[in-house]
């Protein structure tokens, strides 16, 4: 009779158990994060605009890309580890003239914990134009031509 009623307690403890284990402990946790860009300090710049910022989640592989129209931005996100890449125009003056460039940033593992979450990412000036090609000719050895005669 024990031996009946300590299976009935057992199975009733499983059971008891099973519920608790089935909370609803998936909810995705919410950040604001607030992304703040540094302009290169070597140029005189005089606006950024066309801002786009790809936020990849490294855990899932979930990109989520927003516009920023100043060099402060806020976006909703999932708490994860993140790469952000950041591309966009930039006006700058050099020898009195206005110049137009590619303007890039770029940050890895950014942790997002939290309600609240902020970082900054200095930007730099982004040649696409330029190819780095370096020509070379190697020789290892005297270029000679040898004939065999017997």
Same mark, same amino acid.
């Given at each position: 009779?024990? #031996?009946?009623?300590?299976? /009935? @307690? /057992?199975?009733? @403890?499983?059971?008891?158990?099973?519920?608790?284990?089935?909370?609803?402990?998936?909810?995705?946790?919410?950040?604001?994060?607030? =992304?703040?860009?540094?302009?290169?300090?070597? =140029?005189?710049?005089?606006?950024?605009?066309?801002?786009?910022?790809?936020?990849? #989640?490294?855990?899932?592989?979930?990109?989520?890309? #927003?516009?920023?129209?100043?060099?402060?931005?806020?976006?909703? =996100?999932?708490?994860? @580890?993140?790469?952000?890449?950041?591309?966009?125009?930039?006006?700058?003056?050099?020898?009195?003239?206005? /110049?137009?460039?590619?303007?890039?940033?770029?940050?890895?593992?950014? #942790? =997002?914990?939290?309600?609240?979450?902020?970082?900054?990412?200095? @930007?730099?000036?982004?040649?696409?134009?330029?190819?780095? /090609?370096?020509?070379?000719?190697?020789?290892?050895?005297?270029?000679?031509?040898?004939?065999?005669?017997?």
């Amino acid at each position: 009779m024990i #031996n009946k009623i300590s299976y /009935v @307690l /057992v199975f009733m @403890l499983f059971i008891c158990a099973g519920f608790i284990a089935c909370t609803d402990d998936d909810k995705v946790k919410i950040t604001e994060f607030t =992304l703040t860009l540094t302009e290169p300090e070597d =140029l005189n710049v005089t606006s950024i605009s066309d801002l786009h910022v790809t936020f990849k #989640n490294v855990n899932t592989g979930k990109q989520t890309t #927003n516009t920023m129209t100043g060099t402060t931005g806020k976006i909703t =996100l999932n708490e994860g @580890l993140y790469n952000i890449t950041v591309e966009g125009k930039m006006n700058y003056i050099v020898d009195e003239k206005t /110049v137009e460039g590619q303007v890039k940033g770029y940050k890895e593992s950014v #942790n =997002l914990v939290g309600t609240t979450s902020a970082d900054n990412i200095k @930007l730099f000036l982004f040649n696409s134009k330029a190819d780095f /090609v370096i020509p070379a000719r190697i020789r290892t050895g005297p270029s000679v031509c040898a004939t065999a005669s017997r």
